[in-house]
């Protein structure tokens, strides 16, 4: 079945704590993101990845980090989380050369305390 | 100014009644624009695309209005599974497959 998983899917913990949440697609995509869905503001992204590799910012990157070692997975890294990163994290995956569909993963609350 | 916007709703409709939503946005240069239905804080699935010649699936049909810079979704013959909330996504540029703008939501409850 083609599809995108995070894990996990609920996580608290507290400040200051590093924590990383995975995202891996089997659909061979070379498009993934990573988007914080927060209530009134809608989802805004904060990294995404073209290709192996190839990553750049997005709106809201501040306190994250990425990586792209491989085609199928890109990790979220929170290396200090505080409060404010408190929401509801969604990855993302897509095709470059075709339809603009972006296929989500299940979502990731996260709560810092 | 958001990039895009949304009236966030809620919508109450009764079964069978068209319901229609707008979203505006900001960037003239947009060129690809979709709705996305989200289920009570499940992932966005996409629903549709909007062309410039606008477009209908089923009940569903979209419509693109450039000059005003506003798509819209009309939902005819509403159903109580198609409670969700709807977001409008555009994306700038064609070619460059990284940014997407989403608007915040527009929620939709169908009632018996």
């Known amino acids: 079945e083609a599809q995108v998983t995070q894990n996990p899917r609920y996580l608290i913990t507290v400040t200051g704590k590093k924590l990383t949440v995975t995202c891996s697609q089997n659909?061979?995509?070379?498009?993934m993101s990573w988007y914080r869905q927060d209530p009134g503001l809608g989802l805004r992204q904060i990294y995404y990845s073209m290709n192996v590799e190839v990553t750049d910012k997005g709106d809201v990157p501040e306190g994250y980090k990425v990586s792209r070692k491989e085609k199928r997975n890109f990790p979220l890294i929170l290396e200090s989380p505080s409060p404010n990163q408190t929401s509801l994290y969604f990855c993302a995956s897509g095709w470059t050369g075709g339809p603009d569909t972006q296929y989500f993963g299940p979502g990731t609350r996260l709560t810092v305390l | 100014r958001k990039e895009v916007e949304q009236d966030p709703g809620p919508f109450n409709v009764p079964e069978g009644a068209t319901v229609a939503f707008n979203c505006t946005y900001s960037?003239?240069?947009?060129?690809?624009f979709f709705w996305y239905r989200q289920d009570c804080r499940k992932e966005p699935k996409l629903l549709m695309s909007?062309?410039?010649s606008g477009n209908e699936d089923g009940r569903f049909t979209a419509q693109l209005n450039r000059a005003s810079q506003y798509i819209s979704l009309l939902i005819r013959d509403s159903k109580l599974s198609d409670s969700a909330t709807y977001l409008c996504v555009v994306k700038p540029l064609i070619y460059n497959f990284n940014k997407f703008y989403f608007g915040s939501g527009t929620k939709l409850n169908v009632k018996p």
């Open positions: 960037n003239s240069a947009s060129q690809s």
């Open positions: 659909m061979n995509h070379e498009y």
């Open positions: 909007v062309y410039s």
